[in-house]
């Protein structure tokens, strides 16, 4: 019943920008935490950013201010907007939502998150 479908991946030369859609239902979106995570081939699924209310936080030590996630509560979307992308972000995009966590920050563990998109491909090429 809850299900959450991501869009906007694709190939992207370097220095371009994709922005990606979280479209989600089954749920009250606005009680959520939206979650963006990424993993490559051979690499551990890594936390980009997420949003609650009115905050966001983001890996710092890879978005450095190239990212930026946001989030309509009226259209039950979250967005990941990247700019100035790199081969180096090629990767499987995903959108989870968690509705709980332990930690007193926002959830940056993907066990922290109940649903679970499948995925989109963002490939940068050199």
């Known amino acids: 019943q809850v299900h959450l479908v991501e869009s906007g991946g694709g190939l992207v030369q370097a220095g371009g920008s994709l922005r990606l859609s979280c479209a989600v239902s089954?749920?009250?979106?606005?009680?959520?935490?939206m979650g963006w995570f990424r993993q490559a081939p051979g690499k551990e699924r890594e936390f980009v950013a997420v949003t609650w209310r009115d905050i966001t936080i983001d890996n710092t030590n890879f978005v450095k201010g190239r990212f930026t996630a946001s989030r309509d509560n009226a259209k039950n979307t979250a967005y990941l907007q990247m700019n100035s992308l790199k081969p180096e972000d090629t990767a499987v995009y995903s959108c989870?939502?968690?509705?709980?966590?332990?930690?007193?920050?926002?959830?940056?563990?993907?066990?922290?998150?109940?649903?679970w998109g499948q995925g989109t491909q963002v490939t940068v090429s050199s």
């Open positions: 989870a939502a968690a509705r709980s966590w332990t930690t007193q920050t926002l959830p940056r563990s993907p066990g922290e998150y109940d649903y």
């Open positions: 089954g749920l009250t979106f606005s009680r959520y935490a």
